[in-house]
Structures are given as C-alpha cells and as structure tokens.
C-alpha cells in the first residue's frame, strides 16, 4: 500500500512540476523584451495591433488615414449630444450607468454596400446571442454622416429590426439599439475619442471608413474592438462579459474568460495556455485529494472495524474514545 502511494505521489510531483515549467516558460515569452521577441519564429511573435498590420498593408493611397486606432482603456465624452431616431436630443451619458455594458459601432445610412452588410451581419448575430440586447446589453449605433436625418436612422432601425425573428430579441432591440445621428463636430469629437478614422471620396461620392464593433463598460470605458463586417456569436458574448467585469452572463462564461483572451491577430477570443495549465494543476491536486482519501479509507477498513477496534493476528485492542493518534500507533507496533 504504501508502494503504491508513494508512486502516485511521484506521478503527481512530476505532472506538477511539468505545469509549472510550462506556465513559466509561456510566462516568460509573454515578458519578452521586443529585441528578443523578434528573433522568435513569426507565429511565436507578439502580434501588431491592428490598425498598424493594416497601416503595414499596401493600400491604394487614397484610402491613407482610414483605419482604427485602439483608444483601450479611455472614456469616451459622455457629454456629447446626438439626436436619436425619435428626434429626441440625448447625451451619451444617458445610455451609460445603466449596469450593463454598451457596444458602439459606426456606419452611415445611405452607404451603398458596407454599412448594410455589417448592420444586417450583426442583426443576425443578436438574434443568435442568448444575451439579450435592452436587458443585457445596449447598442449605439452612430452615423458619421453629419447630413443625415433622425427620419432615416429611424428607417434603417426599421429596416435592422425586421431581420430578427426572435421576439424577445426584436423587442429588446427595440429599446436597446439606439440610432444616433448629429453634427459634424460632436461626430468627430466622438470618432476620434475611439479612434475610428474615415474620410470623404470626391471622386465617388461615399466615405471609406473602417467596421468594428466597439465595446464599452457601464462607465463608457473602451475595454475591446472587434473588427470587420461579420461577428461570431461567440466573441460577441466573450466580449459583452469581458465589459461587464463578470456582471453579465453565467458563472461558466467566467470560467471561459478565465481561459480566453482576445487574440488580435485572430480578432477573436483564444486559450490561455497559462490559465489552462493552472486549472489543469488544480484538477489534478483534487483528483490527488480523492485518491489519497479512499486509499486511506480503505487502509483503515483492514485495519479497525466500525467500533475503533484494532486487527492484528486475530487479536482485538479496545480503542478508548480518548485514545490519541500517538496512542493508537502504539497499539499497532506492540502486534507486530
């Protein structure tokens, strides 16, 4: 028996020590200095952000100062006023310290392809989401064409809302995606306080301008971008809870950002290596806990029936209830 517990307790030590060297070694090129991370593999590197991957590209030049610069962790200006749908005159801030969190993006309702494809591409994501928009989330969706009109924000709702088929969610939507036109200065004011970059094309008459989804804490705090025309459900949802600190959502999504972090290379939520290796150690020390605990239990079985007597030769010790662990061990020598 004690054989055995002692190659147990040897299988353990070393699964151990591999997770610890492991930990340390992803640790350890996470803290790399940039000198060293560049002579790393290029799937090993650190990568860009993505405003400059896309800055790096070979683009044509009239579309130079298009793109997103991450304002992580900076507020947005809640005082900004914007006209909703309804021709009502509201400030951010009004849509902020409601305890949950706000996802921004930005389009304009007369664009001639990209902004319907991203509004009807997260239309269907909602309607997939099982966080619900107005309960657990609420939507800004902002046009950065100063000429247009709280009417057609009003028919682009409309137009969006139509797209879901869920009830609940439409219902929701309805009260929690908000559409926000204004003035040329309050747009720029709020464009570049998250660094979201367009300009207008004479020649073609429409704007070139980025799409991401920008989310934002209860506070109006940027906490992550997520880019391009199409969204996974699940990042979205990864991405709601992140912003909510662990407020929204279930128990299990918190242990799934506990394993997650945002990729930017990817533009989505990937395994920590690090975070699994803990919760990897941490299992196999309570598997370790149970083991050790039925092979006691078993032990003792051999040794002491249900009254606290003692076996040994087919004589029988009475074990007083006051008898102490080294009293007991004593029993046990005299019978060998």
């Known amino acids: 028996m004690r054989n055995a517990q002692g190659h147990i307790l040897s299988h353990f030590a070393a699964a151990l020590l591999l997770l610890v060297v492991g930990a340390e070694?992803?640790?350890?090129?996470?803290?790399?200095?940039?000198?060293?991370r560049d002579s790393l593999p290029r799937s090993e590197q650190d990568s860009l952000p993505r405003s400059e991957q896309i800055r790096e590209q070979n683009i044509p030049p009239v579309f130079k100062g298009v793109g997103i610069d991450e304002r992580?962790?900076?507020?947005?200006?809640?005082?900004?006023?914007?006209?909703?749908?309804?021709?009502?005159?509201?400030?951010?801030?009004?849509?902020?310290?409601?305890?949950?969190?706000?996802?921004?993006?930005?389009?304009?309702?007369n664009c001639p392809m990209l902004c319907s494809i991203?509004?009807?591409?997260?239309?269907?994501?909602?309607?997939?989401?099982?966080?619900?928009?107005?309960?657990?989330?609420d939507v800004i969706t902002v046009s950065f064409a100063a000429d247009e009109t709280p009417d057609l924000a009003a028919r682009s709702k409309a137009k969006y809302l139509g797209r879901i088929e869920r009830e609940e969610v439409r219902e929701g939507a309805a009260e929690g995606w908000h559409f926000l036109t204004g003035d040329k200065e309050n747009i720029l004011l709020l464009a570049n306080a998250v660094g979201f970059q367009f300009k207008w094309i004479a020649s073609s008459r429409e704007y070139a301008h980025p799409a991401a989804l920008i989310f934002l804490s209860d506070d109006g705090v940027i906490t992550?971008?997520?880019?391009?025309?199409?969204?996974?459900?699940k990042d979205v949802r990864r991405a709601v809870v992140e912003a909510s600190k662990g407020e929204v959502g279930t128990a299990f999504d918190k242990i799934i950002m506990y394993c997650y972090r945002y990729d930017a290379s990817a533009n989505s939520y990937v395994i920590h290596a690090q975070s699994l290796m803990k919760i990897a150690g941490l299992l196999t020390l309570l598997l370790l806990v149970m083991g050790l605990t039925?092979?006691?239990?078993?032990?003792?079985?051999?040794?002491?029936?249900?009254d606290g007597v003692a076996l040994r030769?087919?004589?029988?010790?009475?074990?007083?209830?006051?008898d102490t662990a080294t009293e007991l061990l004593d029993h046990k020598t005299s019978y060998r």
Do not use: C
């Open 224 to 233: 992550r971008y997520l880019h391009g025309m199409t969204f996974q459900t």
């Open 294 to 306: 039925i092979l006691w239990r078993r032990e003792r079985r051999r040794h002491y029936n249900s």
């Open 313 to 322: 030769d087919r004589k029988m010790v009475r074990l007083k209830p006051a």
């Open 72 to 109: 992580l962790g900076e507020k947005i200006p809640a005082e900004l006023v914007f006209t909703d749908e309804y021709g009502a005159e509201v400030a951010l801030g009004s849509y902020l310290g409601n305890d949950r969190p706000v996802l921004l993006n930005f389009a304009y309702h």
């Open 25 to 36: 070694v992803v640790s350890a090129q996470d803290s790399l200095p940039m000198s060293e």
């Open 118 to 137: 991203m509004l009807e591409s997260f239309a269907g994501t909602l309607q997939q989401l099982e966080l619900l928009v107005g309960s657990d989330f």
